[in-house]
């Protein structure tokens, strides 16, 4: 959905806060609608009012109402679209979507929104077709880029992956999760460097950003740079003392120091900390089996 879109989305909580003046709003546009028949105006905002306040089936209807009387508007079918997917209709959702498309070949937003709708369905290829459709419309676009980068990078095409996010670092240098997902990839391919340096990059535009941090840490932590790396994952758990990989990931690298200096930590806290970390998850595999290493030991 286009950004226009999105900021005439009412936020929930004012009118969760002010509950009366909806429902004054509310009647108050009914009754304009009521006096005049041809506008499409209240529809809109009426159906908006709905929508913020997660009454979909009464902004479904308000919208239905401007599509009647705006049929040849892409926008009234874009609405209609995303209301479906709020309400998990996803292929009533695809239809919109489509006839907006038939209005205006080139609305990208709706190109977009079909594609996601098919990665939610299974659907990948076809997902594939539509980001590169969007990409070939608006070259310059980040979010088909980012979109087709992504649904790469979750079924580990890793080199179609960093090309996209490549491409988006080229049309906007400061696109913070195209520089970490980059750095993820340089990672895992072991270029150390390299993601160290999109990883600070990151932390220089996002110092609050606790998984850059770990994510960094990690980088340390492999290069054997061991005092860098607990320095760092202690960052990341000062700006989010709840994160679990990098509680355990603290843990893991004491215990392994500990096994060669002693004296350097204190296994209790090692311990304090794998328990707090089962404490958010139980399932941690990797936290109870390392527990249980210690324990053993």
């Known amino acids: 959905m286009d950004k226009e879109f999105l900021e005439k989305t009412p936020p929930q909580k004012p009118y969760n806060a002010y509950q009366k003046y909806n429902k004054l709003t509310i009647a108050s546009r009914k009754k304009d609608i009521e006096k005049d028949n041809k506008s499409t105006e209240d529809y809109v905002k009426l159906g908006f009012i709905h929508l913020g306040n997660k009454n979909y089936d009464e902004a479904l209807i308000c919208f239905q109402k401007n599509a009647e009387r705006e049929p040849d508007n892409p926008k009234t079918f874009d609405y209609l679209g995303y209301i479906y997917e709020k309400m998990d209709m996803l292929d009533s959702a695809k ?3 489509e006839k907006s498309l038939e209005i205006k070949a080139d609305n990208i937003e709706a190109i977009i929104k079909i594609g996601k709708i098919l ?34 990078d979750k079924h580990d095409m890793y080199e179609e992956a960093a090309d996209e996010y490549e491409n988006i670092i080229k049309i906007n240098p400061l696109h913070t999760k195209a520089l970490h997902n980059l750095g993820r990839i340089y990672f895992q391919y072991g270029s150390y460097a390299e993601a160290s340096k999109n990883f600070q990059t990151v932390l220089g535009l996002e110092p609050e950003n606790a998984d850059v941090w770990n994510d960094l840490g990690s980088v340390y932590e492999i290069t054997n740079n061991i005092s860098e790396a607990i320095s ?23 215990y392994s ?36 290493e210690i324990k053993a030991s």
């Open 257 to 292: 120091l500990y096994l060669s200096q002693p004296q350097s930590v204190n296994i209790d806290d090692v311990i304090g900390r794998l328990n707090f970390v089962l404490s958010m998850n139980p399932y941690n595999k990797k936290a109870q089996k390392l527990l249980d």
């Open 95 to 97: 239809k919109c979507y």
């Open 119 to 152: 990665e939610l369905q299974g659907d990948y290829h076809h997902a594939v077709d539509q980001y590169k459709t969007a990409i070939g419309i608006a070259a310059q676009d980040v979010e088909p880029h980012f979109c087709l980068a992504t649904l790469y």
């Open 232 to 254: 760092t994952y202690g960052r990341a758990l000062k700006v989010n003392p709840f994160h679990e990989e990098t509680n355990f990931n603290l843990s893991n690298i004491q």
